[in-house]
C-alpha cells in the first residue's frame, strides 16, 4: 500500500511523500516518524488537538494516541476537521492503545470502539497493548502509588488480552496490532503463541537510552521498533524524574552536532532516531518544534561519523521507569524489565 494525498501541507511545511515510511510485514506503509500526543500534565487536551492539526497542516500524517491521554474526543475532533478539508482516511497513520485497566477479555473490544467513536474513525491503523501488566493507577499519583490488586506479568492472561486484540483484527476495526512496553522473555512467549503477530513494539528509545539487544531483537522478527521519549522527554513530570537521569539534549556529542550543522540537539536526536531505523514519535503543541522535527527527517542525512559518535553515548538510562505498575513491596523499577533475561515474578 502507497500514501499520496493531493493536500498540499503549509507553505514552509514538509511534503508528506518526502518523509521516509517503514514498509511492515503486512506490506503498508507507516510514515517513520509520528507526532506525539502524551501532554503530561503540562499540556491541555485543547493545545494537543490545535497541534495534531497544525502538524497535519505541517506534513505529518502519523499520530500517536491512547485513551489514557485522555484527549482522544480532542484529537478526534482535529481529525475531523482535516478529514472534512480533503484529506483521505487512507492518507493517514493513527494509533492508539488499551490501557491498563482494560485487559479482560470482556473490555478490550469496548475500549478500542471508544477510541475509534472518540477519534471519530471506523479503523485504526495500530493498536498496542499499552503495558503488558494490569496494573493501573490514578492519573498524577505519586511513584509510590500501587493498584490494589496489582499482578506481575502473568503470560495466559496476557493471551486472553491478545486473542481479543486479534479478534479487532478480525473485525476489521484495527489494521495491525502490536505492544509497548515488552521485554525479550515476554516477546517470546507471545510470537510462540500469536496467531497474529505484533507488527511494532512502542518502546522507550533516545541517544541515552538505545536498548541495542531489544532493538535488534525486534527488527530481526519483523517487528518495528517505534521509539517513545526520542528526545529524552525533557518537560516530563517531576516525579517520574530521579537523580541518575541523564539529559540527551545537553550531552556534548548531541551538542555539537547540533551547532555545527545549524540545527537544535531534539532535531539531532530525531534525525539520529530515524537513521537508526527506529520511528521516533516526539511530542510538541509548539508549531517551531514540530515542524523542526519534520523538517529534521527530510533534510540532509547525519554522517556516519556522527551516527557512529551517537551510538557511543548510550547512558542505558531508562526515564520511563514504570513503578507505579510495580506489584508487590520493595520491588524495584528494574523488575518490571526483566533485566536477567527472565520475566520476574
Ligand atoms: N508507550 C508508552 O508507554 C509511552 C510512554 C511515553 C510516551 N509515549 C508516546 O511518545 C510520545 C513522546 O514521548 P515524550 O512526550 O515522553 O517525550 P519527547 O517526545 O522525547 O519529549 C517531548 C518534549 O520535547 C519537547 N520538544 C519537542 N520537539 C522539540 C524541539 N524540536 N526542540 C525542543 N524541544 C522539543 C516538547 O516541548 P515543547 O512542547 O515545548 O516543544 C516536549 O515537552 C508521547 O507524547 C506519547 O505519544 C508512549
Known sequence: MTRSDLIPPDPDGVDPRAVPQRTL?????????????FGSDHVPAAAVAEAVTGAIAA?????DCASVYANEAEIGAALAGVLRRGLRREDLWITSKLWNDC????????????SLHDLGLDYLDLYLVHWPFPNFHPPGCTVESRSADARPYIHENFMRTWRQMEKLVDLGLVRHIGTSNMTIPKLELLLRDARIRPAANQMELHPHFQQPELFRFVRDHGIEPVGYSPIGSPNRPERDRTADDTVDIEDPVIVAIAHRLGISPAVVCIKWAVQRGQT???QSARRANYLANLRGVVGPPLSDDDMRAIAAIDRNCRLIKGQVFLWKDNQSWEDLWDLDGRISQ
Open 25 to 37: 510485514r503486512s506490506g503498508a506503509s507507516m510514515p517513520a516518524i509520528g507526532l506525539g500526543t
Open 59 to 63: 506534513g505529518y500524517r502519523h499520530i
Open 103 to 114: 485487559h479482560a477479555e470482556a473490555d478490550v473490544i469496548p475500549s478500542c470502539r471508544k
Open 280 to 282: 521516533p514519535i516526539p
